[in-house]
């Protein structure tokens, strides 16, 4: 008797688990273009609207771990976008993080700090023109790079 209630259980817990796995993927209003994975066990996720009219609005989270260090806002594209590739290129054993959009490799589309906690365009209130501490902190990727010319521009291309 004892068995069978535990296998009930068991079964129980296991199919709840699934449909809810289910409904939180499909009833998500978000789904997931692309991620860069790095070291450290961290990474930055880039979602899109999964149904839109117009244009498709964007937005990341940074993950340090298995905790959301950042949510923010991202851009709105012209059309539907399937999927991002992005360059990733990292200074500071790691810590400072630069993505680029693969079609517009001189695009500064996010730029995270993991010492510090900024994060671009997050923390600008411009995205046009950011402050002095993104440029700073873009200066290093310039200084790694001579033959790159980055320009922040927190916009994905469409399709």
Known sequence: MFQFRLRSLLLCITVLAVVFGLARHYLSPYRELGRAE???????????ERYHDEGQSLCYYVMDGRTVVLRNGLCVTSGALDSVQFDVLTEDNGNLVLLCDVRAPDWIVIMHDFKSGYSFPAHEADFWNPGP???KLAGTFTSKYPGRRFEFNPHIIGP
């Open 38 to 48: 790095l070291p450290g066990n961290r990474r930055i996720v880039v979602e899109g």
């Open 133 to 135: 501490r993104a440029r």
